[in-house]
């Protein structure tokens, strides 16, 4: 393969899971190379203000806390690449990335591609995000809505547990669904029911986020038996209509749960079914999807991958 990128160890993607494996793999004297993908800084670049990541106690800017995230791996020597992998395989031990401009190739390889939040696609989403009033994270934003009436579209366990969690300082959750059943488990189900603050509107669907252009006040919905169409006044609209890891470029090599997250090869979550092949952060966790949690398993998965380094 000509003009390959060898490097010891190799990071694919650039959110707080892939940086902290970086600044940890960087103070090990491994030279890490980060591979940005098309997203770099990842999830958190999308979000206005985070107030849940310990340290900062008066909150910090999203894309302010992965920019200190990078120069503090930076510090440290590792180097990083724009670029987006296209195909992961192995040859013998080594990792073969091949990337949309150039291939790479390393020993150890740690994969924290994180997952995007699958979009609605409709008017006033993308002019009201990042601050706006429609967001993807409950937890990240919701408590910006204290006492005020918000709308969450979804419904499934994620959009359950938004909605639970909203309900719990805010006056009002509507739970949005097109249907007229949940997806939710039951138990989520039977707690959204039994919950005073969420109303439940089925059969809706989300035409649009309405506002004054800078801040959304409003969703406009359809009625899917009626053809019906709805004002809601609302705050924030939480999208809650699943999530997609970033993970099919390396379907052919690692193990995929049904939802196409990378599973384990182990007992450690942050071991892959592949020799030298780590996984870190929301790729890998449809479960917990928090900075704080990619941060560890970045930090996790990097000193996984340097103590079998030691052991080659
Ligand atoms: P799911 O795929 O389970 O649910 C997505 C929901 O969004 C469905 O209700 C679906 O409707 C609806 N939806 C999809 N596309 C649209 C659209 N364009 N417009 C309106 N509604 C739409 O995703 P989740 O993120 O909720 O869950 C993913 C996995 O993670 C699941 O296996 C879940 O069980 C798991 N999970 C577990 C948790 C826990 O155990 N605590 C917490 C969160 C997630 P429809 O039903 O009509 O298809």
Not at 160 to 182: G, S, T
Not at 226 to 248: D, E, K, M, W, Y
């Amino acid at each position: 393969m000509g003009n390959v990128v060898e490097r010891r160890t190799i990071v694919v993607g650039s959110g707080c899971a892939g940086l902290t494996a970086a600044l940890y793999l960087a103070r090990a004297g491994l030279g890490p190379l980060v591979i940005d993908g098309d997203r770099p800084g990842g999830q958190l670049t999308q979000t206005s203000a985070v107030e849940n990541y310990p340290g900062f106690p008066d909150g910090i800017g999203g894309y302010e806390l992965v920019d200190r995230m990078r120069r503090q791996a930076e510090r440290f020597g590792a180097e990083f690449a724009g670029d987006q992998i296209e195909m992961l395989s192995l040859q013998g031990k080594q990792k073969i990335l091949q990337g949309k401009e150039k291939p790479y190739q390393c020993q150890a390889l740690v994969i924290a591609t994180g997952s995007a939040p699958v979009p609605l696609n409709v008017p006033g989403e993308k002019e009201y995000a990042s601050g706006g009033g429609v967001s993807f994270c409950a937890t990240c934003d919701g408590p910006f809505y204290r006492g005020k009436i918000v709308a969450v579209v979804g419904g499934g366990d994620s959009a359950a547990e938004e909605a639970l969690f909203l309900a719990q300082f805010c006056e009002k959750v509507y739970l949005v669904h097109r249907r007229d059943r949940l997806r939710a488990s039951k138990i989520m189900a039977e707690r959204v029911l039994a919950c005073k603050r969420i109303e439940l509107l089925w059969n809706r669907v989300v035409l649009s986020a309405e506002g004054d252009g800078k801040r959304m006040n409003a969703v406009m919905l359809k009625d899917a038996g009626t053809g019906q169409i709805s004002h809601l006044s609302c705050a924030a609209l939480f999208i809650s209509v699943g999530h997609r890891p970033n993970s099919a470029f390396a379907a052919g090599v690692l193990g995929l749960d049904e939802n196409g997250y990378f599973r384990s090869g182990c007992a450690d979550p942050v071991s892959s079914a592949v020799p030298g092949i780590f996984l870190a952060g929301d790729c890998s966790d449809p479960l917990y999807r928090q900075a704080i949690v990619a941060a560890g398993t970045g930090a996790r998965a990097a000193i996984a991958a340097e103590r079998w380094l030691l052991s080659q």
